[in-house]
């Protein structure tokens, strides 16, 4: 894997950045967002239908590969991206978020975490090798390691312990990668909310030298204000030529408010599982389509938006289809939200490019009726 930083609106390290990274299965441009397909797809759309909406990387779930089908059956039917139909780069996570939030957790120890299977119940002990396993035999282009995402809040004292168990893991995986020639494992800057533990994380994980690191731990309930500070202090630590990645964020705000902090990649489920639920992302925030006021809306989901929903289909229409219970509502209104992230991060770029960042930042909150967060002022 390679990164270019092609572009920097002040300091490369701490401020909006754009570039591109560069993989065996094609390259992406950065900033990022990456939808989620968590059981190898997104949900209710088709590769095609991926590319068409702007899409250039996604993400699969290692955790539930592993329990289903099972990481050996995707590596016998040719690897992630042959299994899924997707030509185009393919990140993986550890498994270690979905294993502390659904996997009926057991017990954490040095060697690794014990848990059992939210599909079956059965046992399972997954460790730093395990991780690096699966992830080969998956064949994703950007891997992570095993890590403990902590919740909020959490006490300090096991902060500092799992913030140090995350960096012999993440030591340990960098050890056991079966592919490094093919796949670039990332590092996970963990350390709760506290500053002082970010700043420990990233020196921890630095010292490996590793192809990109990740922002893990964050976005899991903690007040905005918070997750801003969190980004300053942990961004400017971490290599200017290396990608940054804010797990699991995928608001329009916080992909604002992340790139202009120095993120290059974000992920998350909420764009498509909110367009399942009938909600739009627009400009000015959201649009409930579910709501009575769109039963006889002839307008586009968004009247300046070029993707198929809305170049072909009214809200009336979509409203109608999220009430008959169809599966194209949902299929349509992830399109557009998919749609309305590739195109705001195309947006960033083209503004960092060209030395305006800060404009379309304020422009962004004013659409929202919003002033922007006044730590950047």
């Known amino acids: 894997m390679k990164f270019n930083l092609e572009h920097a609106a002040g ?19 950065t900033p990022a967002f990456m939808p989620v397909g968590t059981q190898a797809t997104v949900k209710g759309l088709t590769p095609q239908q991926l590319e068409s909406v702007g899409a250039e990387i996604i993400l699969a779930n290692s955790y539930h590969l592993y329990l289903r089908p099972g990481h050996e059956v995707v590596a ?69 390691p095993l890590d403990e995402c902590l919740p909020y809040p959490v006490d300090r004292e096991y902060a500092v312990r799992s913030t140090d168990l995350t960096a012999r893991w993440a030591e340990r995986c960098a050890m056991a990668q079966l592919r490094p020639g093919e796949q670039a494992l990332f590092g996970i800057v963990q350390g709760g909310l506290y500053a002082d533990l970010r700043q420990r994380s990233a020196a921890q994980l630095t010292a490996l030298d590793l192809p990109g690191y990740a922002l893990g731990g964050l976005s899991v309930g903690e007040p905005k204000p918070l997750l801003h500070e969190m980004l300053e202090v942990t961004a400017g630590l971490l290599p200017v030529d290396r990608p940054r990645y804010l797990m699991g964020v995928g608001t329009p705000d916080l992909l604002v408010e992340g790139v202009a902090r120095g993120i290059d990649m974000f992920d998350c489920v909420l764009p498509t599982r909110t367009a399942r639920l009938g909600t739009a992302l627009v400009p000015s925030g959201r649009l409930v389509l579910r709501n009575a006021g769109f039963a006889r809306d002839e307008q586009p989901i968004q009247a300046d938006c070029a993707c198929y929903a ?7 229409y979509i409203r109608h289809l999220l009430r008959a219970r169809e599966m194209l509502g949902g299929q349509l209104l992830t399109m557009h939200n998919l749609h309305y992230l590739a195109t705001l991060m195309a947006a960033m770029r083209k503004a960092i490019g060209a030395g305006r960042f800060e404009v379309f930042r304020q422009e962004f909150w004013q659409r929202r009726g919003e002033a922007a967060p006044d730590e950047l002022a």
């Not at 498994?95 to 690794?112: K, N």
């Not at 059992?116 to 064949?139: F, K, N, T, W």
């Open 11 to 29: 300091d490369p390290a701490r401020g909006p950045r754009a570039g591109s990274v560069v993989t065996l299965h094609g390259s992406f441009a």
């Open 76 to 144: 016998g039917l040719g690897g992630l991206h042959r299994f899924m139909g997707w030509d185009r780069p393919i990140l993986t996570d550890s498994g270690g978020f979905q294993v502390f939030s659904l996997g009926g957790l057991q017990q954490v120890t040095e060697e690794g975490v014990t848990f059992r299977s939210h599909i079956d119940g059965s046992l399972h002990r997954y460790s730093p090798e395990r991780a690096m396993e699966v992830q080969a035999a998956l064949g994703a282009d950007i891997i992570m």
């Open 310 to 316: 809305c170049r072909n289909f009214s809200r009336g």
